[in-house]
């Protein structure tokens, strides 16, 4: 899966930035595998051209060399990369994100120092803030003990992936009908953890928004076809990271979705069979 | 590998318990294959035991870098953790047996309207192999499609006037019209795409996603299929379990297929006369004696025989609840149209999988099987399109007013594409078509696929792709991406080989059907 390698590579490489010497194996290969080597790599050679070794980099595509060793300017790898975004030939191509501007230096300056192979070029530093912030804490540490309290309770929290600062999902189907506010309301020793709760057809009402309006990581909440009402909703209006929202099928109306809407990470409400529906966007 | 050293309390009873000789005595079989087995064999036995399975658990971290090993594909223990955060939680597969003609359906080809009964260039065909079926006919003349098309919503998507409702959805779909595979015929295509190879035995995506990842409920299978009633009675063809086997999987991942009718699980209901109370203890009467055979002779599928029992008895609750339709909104009926109420039809089915995917199962196959239009195509595939369209809308559209089409990845096609020649008579408003795997048309839509985008394109015959091909290999190892699943990584120790779906054949995630 050659994207998320990409973006394991690109991130421990920025990590290593300080440390390591810039070169093209730490410093170029990262941002060509991260950007441009699925459409001209092994598996696809977009102009014929492969930009997954220094050697195929030199080689160049169809139309010629694409680099001038020592001029930056007039290499036509460089030109690619800093033509507007909405521009036809701008690379990458097909609408995938521009680089961003720290990775076009860095381009720019192993161009410039004569596009060496091994030896040391000075490169900008990498801005880290690059790494997307964690979800929720590392789980490892404590999800023994959540998965103790949510058996306790006949729910279930899973983690959301491998990647442990992900967080846990809140689980529920198995019996929507176990989970209530005073389930909901044991679970504050973990809710830190929790990212996503599945909580469609549950018991919760409004006192159970109460307790879930403190879990300050949580992104997604599913409450469709509970008892809730816009009461409980305005509850929620301290969940800074609150992107998704599904109050389908409640007595939820327009006050409900008013008092969430300014809720600086969300994207979308749902109020499918509200009074509250459409819910403008 | 099991070290006896350590640990010296189970490997003994990975044997037949003295009452044959061990598979480890036996000459002449390479050790890896046996160490497979041994392992295999322990930790499905260890398992079983219920209470013991903690005390294994803890066994397992104490023995260190062997215990993610001896976890790694036994029932209870697993690590199921997506590799990464998943965009689909669950997955809706519209499956159009028979295959599809892509002329009338989603690959446009203008030019050849002014082509009618004209002989398909030799060149395109480049000396392909035909089947028995057109391999005889004098000449292979081109046969335009009837069906006109237009372009649709800010997306300018082309699609076919059979679909006035599927096309509304032209801004969420995500077209590829550059499939291919190699199958020519209809049963090892349709294994190739449910399983990732023509021939039977191995998993099926469903039963791959639920071995990978669990139930979401546990109180309805992980995967399940549908057939549904045909709308003509030609071309009909023919589908069995072996399209939803768990092949070497543990059956417990094999689909659970629900039938037509008031009684969508046989046997499901208890005889008159059982109470709930006593079909319990009979329950639990029989599982006892199956837990004591398992103590004897250690074979896993008595374990699997245990579960399916159990998955039974919950399913005695879980399911009238589903197929009761009465709290549906009056406003379902108006979207899926009025055969929704009429159980077994495409429509009701595809009303049943919004339920199903509702209540956390991951995996819905629903078959639709008369597409196979080899003769008669134009009045057929008007049949077949008018009794799926308005469902397939309406599914869509229901899960996306419900907030489910986030993470809910539905996918609709057949097996492989159909030729542009004619096969049998041609006439404009009269002709057939043949099998064609070189390349074929489906799309994708919901859970972080890209919308409104049509990818690949095939030459002005739709006989050739000439840009971005996908193989369905590639097209496997996208879905279980949007799942969090790395196609490499999802594998199950099998004669010799970490098997996996897209097989040893390379594979790669499409990223640009992906936002």
């Not at chain 1, 018991?203 to 997604?220: C, E, H, M, R, Y």
Request: charged share 20%; net charge neutral.
């Amino acid at each position: 899966m050659p994207m998320r390698r990409a973006i394991v590579l690109f991130l421990a490489s920025a990590g290593l930035a300080a440390a390591e010497p810039a070169t093209f194996g730490s410093r170029v290969v990262p941002i060509l595998e991260k950007n441009c080597t699925v459409c001209h790599g092994a598996e696809k050679q977009k102009a014929e051209l492969r930009l997954d070794s220094h050697a195929a980099i030199l080689i160049g595509a169809k139309s010629g060399e694409i680099l001038k060793p020592g001029n930056a300017k007039a290499s036509e790898l460089m030109r690619r990369i800093t033509l507007p975004e909405a521009d036809d030939d701008v690379m990458p191509s097909d609408g995938k994100p521009h680089l961003r501007p720290e990775e076009i230096a860095v381009l720019e300056k192993w161009i410039a120092a004569g596009a060496p192979a091994t030896a040391e070029f000075d490169a900008p530093a990498m801005v880290p803030a690059v790494i997307a912030p964690p979800a929720a804490p590392d789980y490892r540490l404590r999800l023994a003990q959540a998965n103790e309290l949510a058996a306790g309770l006949g729910l279930r929290l899973v983690p959301r992936s491998r990647v442990v600062t992900d967080g846990l999902v809140l689980r529920t189907a198995s019996a929507p009908g176990r989970c209530d506010d005073a389930a909901i309301a044991k679970l504050a020793p973990v809710a830190d953890l929790i990212v996503e709760a599945e909580l469609a057809r549950t018991k919760v009402t409004d006192a159970g928004l109460a307790s879930i309006g403190t879990w300050q990581n949580l992104a997604q909440l599913d409450l469709a076809r509970t008892a809730v009402t816009s009461t409980g909703v305005a509850r929620l209006a301290s969940l800074a990271k609150l992107e998704s929202l599904n109050l389908s099928e409640t007595k939820v109306d327009g006050a409900g979705v008013a008092a969430v809407r300014a809720l600086p990470a969300l994207k979308k409400v749902w109020a499918f069979g509200t009074a509250a529906e459409p819910v403008a966007p | 590998m099991i070290d006896d050293r350590h640990v010296p309390d189970f490997h003994h009873c990975s044997d037949h318990c003295g009452e044959q000789p061990s598979i480890l005595d036996l000459p002449h079989i390479p050790l890896g294959l046996k160490q497979e087995w041994l392992e295999l064999e322990t930790r499905r036995h260890f398992l079983g035991r219920g209470a013991k399975a903690l005390a294994w658990a803890g066994l397992a971290s104490i023995l260190g870098r062997t215990a993610p090993h001896l976890l790694a594909d036994t029932g209870a223990l697993i690590d199921r953790r997506p590799h990464f955060a998943p965009k689909a939680k669950r997955a809706i597969y519209l499956f159009m047996a028979g295959a599809p003609s892509q002329f009338e359906t989603l690959d446009y080809k203008p030019k050849l309207a002014g082509m009618f009964d004209q002989d398909l260039p030799e060149s395109v065909r480049g000396g392909q192999t035909l089947t028995g079926m057109t391999a005889s006919q004098a000449r292979l003349p081109i046969a335009p499609s009837f069906a006109k098309f237009a372009q649709h919503g800010k997306s300018g998507l082309w699609m076919s006037e059979l679909f006035p409702n599927t096309a509304k959805l032209a801004d969420d779909l995500c077209v590829i019209k550059s499939l291919y595979t190699e199958a020519i015929n209809h049963e090892p295509a349709i294994l190739s795409m449910t399983t990732g190879n023509m021939f039977p035995g191995k998993p099926s995506l469903g039963s791959w996603l639920a071995y990978g990842l669990g139930a979401i409920n546990e109180e309805l299978p992980t995967f399940v299929v549908m057939t549904s009633k045909i709308p003509v009675r030609t071309n009909v063809q023919a589908l069995s379990n072996r399209l939803w086997s768990s092949g070497f999987l543990s059956p417990e991942y094999a689909a659970v297929a629900l039938r037509a009718g008031n009684e969508p699980v046989l046997y499901l209901q208890d005889p008159k006369g059982v109470s709930r109370d006593v079909r319990r203890a009979m329950i639990d009467g029989v599982n006892d004696l199956n837990r004591q055979l398992f103590e004897r002779v250690g074979d896993p599928e008595i374990n699997t025989r245990i579960s399916q029992y159990e998955m039974a008895f919950r399913m005695q609750t879980s399911v009238p609840d589903l197929t009761d339709f009465s709290d549906e909104p009056a406003s379902t009926w108006d979207l899926y149209g009025p055969k929704a109420k009429e159980p077994g039809t495409y429509a009701y089915n595809c009303l049943m999988a919004r339920r199903l995917a509702e209540r956390g199962v991951r995996f819905t196959q629903i078959f639709l099987r008369t597409w196979d239009n080899h003769t008669n195509l134009p009045t057929n595939i008007k049949v077949m399109c008018e009794d799926s369209d308005r469902p397939t809308y309406g599914l869509i559209t229901d899960l996306k007013r419900r907030g489910m089409l986030d993470d809910t990845l539905v996918i609709w096609g057949g097996e492989f594409g159909r030729t542009v020649y004619s096969q049998g008579t041609l006439k404009p408003d009269n002709y057939g078509r043949d099998h064609h795997p070189r390349c074929f048309s489906m799309w994708m839509c919901g859970a972080g696929t890209r919308p409104g985008v049509s990818y690949g394109q095939t030459d002005d015959f739709s006989y050739n792709i000439v840009k971005d091909p996908v193989h369905i290999r590639d097209l496997h190892a996208t879905i279980l991406h949007q799942f969090g699943i790395d196609h490499n990584k999802l594998t199950f120790k099998f004669q010799g080989l970490d098997q996996k779906l897209p097989g040893v054949l390379p594979s790669r995630v499409v990223p640009e059907l992906l936002v």
